[in-house]
């Protein structure tokens, strides 16, 4: 079954199973969501659905509906998808799309589904450049490239630390929607982080530095500090 989990500057208030065929969503009393803000218009938008599929439209509201940060009138939603109403956010969850993680991950680690409807800056989803031909191995003083490091994030702060992620994709997306993501690559000379959307515009740090809008090489024993939490790289 799918549902709506209401929340205010990442705190969860409420969650609503959609049981019904048609959910309301504003601020005065006889709404299915009531948000009792004056950011939200008295009927603001509507959900609805339809066998097992589930579609938002905004009901001509002053401040508008917005999903993933973008202004909508109609909108066929997804598993992840985040409705902004007001200065609350709304995340739609399919129960049948979702899949079964442990706390950090639903907390820090980004779904590929998700992290496919973010926008990504191409620096961070361009894939690695060909290698270069190998010098046969016949030739005098070859010697064969040593294998790439792998990496690994280790949790620092917060109720997760001391989990350990292990950097195994090409492209791992971490943080919390609305508030700051960001993506970290695997390329051949190395891992690179690269910053994907903040709630306030500001970037993820690396040694207590912001790494600005391009992605930053990241090296053995590096401080990631990203939607509050800080995060050890290792390389091995």
């Given amino acids: 079954m799918a549902r709506l989990v209401l929340s205010l500057d990442g705190q969860v208030l409420a969650e609503y199973n959609m049981s019904k065929e048609r959910y309301t969503v504003g601020r005065l009393p006889d709404n299915d969501v009531r948000i009792d803000n004056a950011a939200v218009s008295g009927h603001h938008a509507l959900v609805i659905n339809i066998l097992n599929d589930s579609f938002l439209e905004d009901l001509n509201s002053t401040n508008g509906t917005y999903v993933n940060g973008k202004l909508i009138k109609k909108h066929a939603l997804q598993h992840g998808d985040v409705i902004t109403v007001g200065h609350h956010a709304l995340r739609f969850v399919d129960g049948e799309a979702e899949e079964p993680q442990d706390e950090f991950e639903k907390t820090m680690v980004i779904g590929p589904r998700a992290a496919a409807r973010l926008q990504i800056p191409p620096a961070a989803a361009a894939p690695p450049p060909p290698p270069a031909p190998a010098p046969s191995a016949s030739l005098p003083g070859y010697a064969p490239p040593p294998a790439p ?8 702060s917060g109720q997760f630390a001391g989990r350990e992620l292990e950097l195994v994709k090409t492209l791992t997306t971490l943080g919390r929607p609305g508030v700051q993501v960001a993506a970290i690559t695997r390329r051949a000379d190395g891992y690179y982080i690269v910053h994907v ?28 500090q990203l939607a509050g939490v800080k995060m050890g790289f290792f390389e091995n």
Avoid at 200 to 210: K, R
């Fill in 149 to 156: 490091k792998k990496g690994k994030l280790q949790v620092l």
């Fill in 197 to 224: 959307e903040s709630g306030q515009g500001d970037f993820p740090q690396v040694n207590g530095v912001p790494i600005g809008p391009q992605a930053r090489k990241l090296h053995d024993n590096d401080v990631v």
